[in-house]
């Protein structure tokens, strides 16, 4: 089974709106993390944002919010109000707690493109 | 802060000759750094896990003979493909984890060609 699913591969948004990015994970891990990155075409991994496990309250970083669902095992990004360089392909992943190592599990990506 | 540098950011080399690929942590140090291939339109996948000060640890399917990962201080690793041929062909990214955040952040990327 898939760890980290995106189900959108693309996704168009007008400038100055808002965007939800999903991502559903699984594991049996009670204790892991989320990961939100954005990679430009220059191919640049950026950290947007990470939501804990125990986290009570969503990840809010900016424009960027994690809407964590835990009964759910969902971690959508929400994007508010779009940028034109928000043009970039996002990528959810998780750390799960038992691998030591701190490996990320990545999900296959989704390509936002803002529209002006 | 956080930041991670990556040389070369590209490079292209004859097949059978080896390429050698820097990831340093600017203002942290870091105990682990990670290595990742990435195919046009794909996700990351991880090809090893390197520590400072001992050996890496591949992931399954990954020739350690042929990517070399040396960890030889808290913020430097490279990755040297040796041998290089046409399939080798992709970009390279690596990762430094941040202790105290448990995040890792990524250099900019090495696209390596060889022809």
């Known amino acids: 089974a898939q760890k980290i699913t995106q189900t959108q591969p693309g996704m168009f948004v007008q400038e100055k709106e808002a965007v939800t990015l999903d991502c559903t994970y699984d594991?049996?891990?009670?204790?892991?993390?989320l990961f939100w990155y954005k990679q430009p075409s220059s191919g640049e991994m950026i950290f947007l944002i990470y939501?804990?496990?125990?986290?009570?309250q969503n990840a809010t970083e900016g424009r960027y919010s994690l809407n964590f669902q835990k009964a759910r095992k969902s971690a959508n990004l929400v994007i508010s109000a779009s940028q034109l360089g928000d043009s970039a392909m996002y990528f959810c992943?998780?750390?799960?707690?038992?691998?030591?190592?701190?490996?990320?599990?990545f999900g296959s990506g989704t390509q936002l493109t803002v529209l002006p | 802060g956080a930041v991670v540098s990556q040389h070369p950011s590209w490079v292209i080399c004859k097949s059978g000759t080896s390429v050698k690929i820097e990831c340093r942590s600017l203002?942290?140090?870091?105990?682990?750094m990670f290595w990742y291939r990435q195919f046009p339109k794909q996700s990351l996948m991880l090809m090893a896990t390197?520590?400072?000060?001992?050996?890496?640890?591949?992931e399954q399917g990954v020739e350690k003979d042929k990517f070399l990962i040396n960890h030889a201080s808290l913020t430097l690793s490279t990755l040297t493909v040796t041998s290089a041929h046409p399939e080798d062909s992709s970009f390279y990214i690596c990762?430094?984890?941040?202790?105290?955040?448990?995040?890792?952040?990524f250099g900019p990327g090495t696209r390596l060609t060889v022809l």
């Open positions: 203002d942290f140090q870091a105990t682990t």
């Open positions: 939501q804990g496990s125990y986290d009570q």
């Open positions: 594991t049996s891990d009670p204790s892991y993390g």
């Open positions: 990762s430094a984890r941040l202790a105290t955040t448990d995040t890792q952040y």
């Open positions: 992943a998780m750390r799960e707690g038992r691998r030591s190592a701190r490996q990320l599990t």
């Open positions: 390197s520590n400072e000060g001992s050996k890496a640890t591949y």
